[in-house]
């Protein structure tokens, strides 16, 4: 398989062994790349010690500290893009992206160049979450369709798979946010490059273990960096 997802980390050693089993068991030989921002909590052991159980089909990049969700899929995408994966994921670790929704990414891909899990594809598919953090999303994707004008349901969305010339194509490495638009501004880019796409409906479930990393600083972050995006290009 020429395929591999990234998976950033930080505080997920409750989750990080069952989110690689359950990979393993959805899509057999699925690469899988953990990208640890020195996580305090042990994150970096457990997925050491997954690398070695998984030889060849599990590694790690430690980085030497905490520098963002952007920074981290920078960083992961240049080592993968070293090698001759074909198709390359994004997923949280926190498994509130169910990987049994994978078969269905590996099928799009085959006609598309870009394929982003959506939550509000048929609906509002999230469960567990308090009004809130439902109010916090829907705003969001609002608020990026309205500035940036691309299409998507839900623009904001980490549970993506790419091909490798969609990555090539967007310079990643220049991206000016290293936080959460990160994920919009690829998207952004890829679309206005003239890149084919599709959405699949998933159901995002809140994590049962471990803090979330979203708050209302992050979504006043991203209001402001939404609005950067819109203005350089």
């Known amino acids: 398989m020429h395929a591999i997802v990234l998976v950033p980390t930080y505080n997920e050693q409750a989750n990080l062994r069952e989110f690689v089993e359950k990979v393993r068991q959805c899509v057999p030989g699925l690469h899988i790349l953990i990208i640890d921002d020195n996580s305090p909590d042990g994150t970096g052991k457990t997925a050491d010690e997954l690398a070695h159980q998984y030889r060849d089909e599990v590694f790690v ?8 969700l952007g920074s981290a899929y920078v960083d992961g995408f240049a080592w993968v893009l070293k090698k001759e994966y074909k198709y390359i994921l994004q997923m949280d670790a926190d498994l509130s992206h169910d990987p049994g929704h994978l078969p269905a990414f590996f099928e799009k891909i085959r006609d598309y160049a870009f394929v982003v899990g959506s939550r509000y594809l048929n609906g509002i598919s999230v469960v567990n979450w308090d009004l809130k953090r439902l109010m916090m999303s829907k705003l969001a994707n609002s608020y990026v369709r309205f500035i940036t004008q691309i299409p998507f349901t839900d623009t904001t969305s980490g549970f993506l798979c790419w091909r490798r010339e ?9 991206a000016f946010s290293s936080g959460y638009v990160f994920l919009v501004e690829m998207k952004y880019k890829a679309y206005r490059k003239g890149f084919t796409w599709t959405e699949v409906p998933i159901i995002f479930v809140e994590r049962k273990s471990g803090n979330s990393k979203l708050d209302w600083n ?13 203005l350089r290009n």
């Not at 430690?62 to 963002?68: F, I, T, V």
């Not at 969609?166 to 220049?174: A, G, H, M, Q, R």
């Open 61 to 68: 990049l430690h980085r030497a500290k905490k520098e963002g």
């Open 166 to 174: 969609v990555l090539e194509s967007i310079d990643f490495e220049n």
């Open 218 to 230: 992050v979504f006043r972050e991203a209001l402001w960096g939404v609005l950067r995006l819109r």
